[in-house]
Nanobody, 125 residues
Framework: QVHVVESGGGLVQAGGSLRLSCVASGGTFSRYGMGWFRQAPGKERQFVAA????????SYTDSVQGRFIISRGNAKNTVYLQMNSLNPEDTAIYYC??????????????????WGQGTQVTVST
């Protein structure tokens, strides 16, 4: 059983930055594809970014490309999401997800079998 816990959310002004962290424990983290998703009020869960087990492959949704950076530290069982140039449209609950079957899982939520509880990110004008 893999336990996923996000942290680092909060309230930030437009143009600011936040770094989210996600610790996945209870399994072999270095073999897992990892991803970040978000869900805004009244909207469906949306893919944000994904990273391969080695960290060598990353992908982003178009709206965050060039502003967000996903990375991981396998020695710490942690994946990060550095979010820069935040705008109010980035306001959402951000979820971290782990795929224990694939080393890279991409943008499909169904690929991920472990999810965290989410961390709220609010961007004010």
């Amino acid at each position: 059983q893999v336990h996923v816990v996000e942290s680092g959310g909060g309230l930030v002004q437009a143009g600011g930055s936040l770094r989210l962290s996600c610790v996945a424990s209870g399994g072999t983290f270095s073999r897992y594809g990892m991803g970040w998703f978000r869900q805004a009020p009244g909207k469906e869960r949306q893919f944000v970014a994904a990273i391969s087990a080695s960290g060598g492959i990353t992908s982003y949704t178009d709206s965050v490309q060039g502003r967000f950076i996903i990375s991981r530290g396998n020695a710490k069982n942690t994946v990060y999401l550095q979010m820069n140039s935040l705008n109010p449209e980035d306001t959402a609950i951000y979820y971290c997800a782990a795929d224990s079957y694939r080393t890279y899982s991409g943008s499909y939520p169904a690929n991920y079998d472990y999810w965290g509880q989410g961390t709220q990110v609010t961007v004010s004008t």
